[in-house]
């Protein structure tokens, strides 16, 4: 799936929303990717993390780590495709933690996988905890980059597609007096 691809899927299928957002990050902007209108199509979720799992393939992981909410249905989808195991990264009492038995071996093979990726502050969490359970970070895998995060790998994603975000106390929307949705799953903290 080329990346024209899987914008135009962006676009048939709603996802690609104007207006003024706050995103998980904090930040806001004059767009939003409402990746569940990919995930609510099973097939289009297969055709899109199937085409996300290839791109990962080669680096053979064992497992697959996402954070809950927004990559348990891809980091699935993906490891259904690797045929590897699937588990997610959750809170407790605001903490990061691997819970319901999920575990990673010492040495075990991991690619951590997000939906939609804007500072990777989700993805570090993730990264965190399976540095703590002694698993090797091999592949770090997002349906959409839409910023440049700080990551220890290089993000291999399907669709590249910086979009402008802004400080809230800079944001032009906010001094136009634009109204502002919030339809992310994660607050910033």
């Known amino acids: 799936m080329t990346p024209r691809e899987v914008l135009a899927l962006l676009e048939q299928r ?3 929303l104007s207006g003024h957002f706050v995103l998980s990050s904090g930040l806001h902007s004059d ?7 990919i995930f609510e199509d099973p097939p ?5 993390c199937g085409a996300l799992a290839d791109l990962l393939r080669s680096s053979k992981p064992q497992v697959v780590v996402s954070a809950a909410v927004g990559g348990i249905i891809p980091g699935y989808v993906v490891a259904k495709a690797l045929g590897v195991r699937d588990i997610f990264v959750e809170k407790e009492a605001g903490v990061p933690v691997l819970r319901r038995g ?3 071996a010492p040495g075990e093979r991991v690619a ?4 939609v990726m804007t ?3 989700s ?3 993730v990264i965190e905890v399976v540095k703590r359970a002694g698993g090797e970070l091999v592949a770090i895998g997002a349906v959409v980059k839409r910023g440049k995060p700080s ?7 399907l669709l590249d597609l910086p979009l402008r975000d802004f400080a809230p106390d800079e944001c032009a929307l906010c001094e136009q007096g634009t109204p502002i949705s919030d339809p992310g799953s994660r607050r910033a903290s």
């Open 14 to 16: 709603g996802a690609m």
């Open 31 to 37: 767009r939003f990717i409402q990746k569940f209108r």
């Open 44 to 48: 289009t979720a297969e055709a899109v």
């Open 102 to 104: 999920f575990a990673i």
């Open 112 to 115: 951590v996988i997000e939906d």
């Open 119 to 121: 500072t990777g502050k």
């Open 123 to 125: 993805v570090a969490e």
């Open 151 to 157: 990551l220890p790998l290089p993000v291999t994603a």
